[in-house]
């Protein structure tokens, strides 16, 4: 079984900095490939950033430059780190995991392309 629980979430003001933290005990990350999601109230689930085992990693034009995805493979713990946090931000985090890599390119960032899901945790921007 896949578990993912993720951790970290909380409220920051903008400009502000949140590291976000998931617990993968059943993922190896040589075999799946890991990723972080947000959904705000009201929107659809929207793919922020993923990372493959080879560690290439692909980011949405709206965090990149501002969020990093890494791995802590020996302790299998997927890490986001956040910063320069804007309003837009604002949302409940989730992160996914898969072992199927045959993605249409361009699509690695779709929800329906991962099977795997944490509960999620909230962060809040404030101004």
């Known amino acids: 079984q896949v578990q993912l629980v993720e951790s970290g979430g909380g409220s920051v003001q903008s400009g502000g900095s949140l590291r976000l933290s998931c617990a993968a005990p059943?993922?190896?990350?040589?075999?799946?490939?890991t990723a972080w999601f947000r959904q705000a109230p009201g929107a659809e689930r929207e793919g922020v950033a993923a990372?493959?085992?080879?560690?290439?990693?692909a980011y949405s034009d709206s965090v990149k430059g501002r969020f990093t995805i890494s791995q802590a493979s020996d302790k299998n713990i997927l890490f986001l780190e956040m910063n320069n946090l804007k309003l837009a931000d604002t949302a409940m985090y989730f992160c996914?995991?898969?072992?199927?890599?045959?993605?249409?390119?361009?699509?690695?960032?779709?929800?329906?392309?991962?099977?795997?899901w944490g509960q999620g945790t909230q962060v809040t921007v404030s101004s």
């Open positions: 059943g993922v190896g990350f040589n075999t799946y490939r």
């Open positions: 996914a995991a898969d072992n199927r890599f045959h993605v249409v390119p361009g699509t690695l960032l779709n929800p329906e392309n991962w099977r795997y």
């Open positions: 990372i493959m085992p080879t560690g290439l990693t």
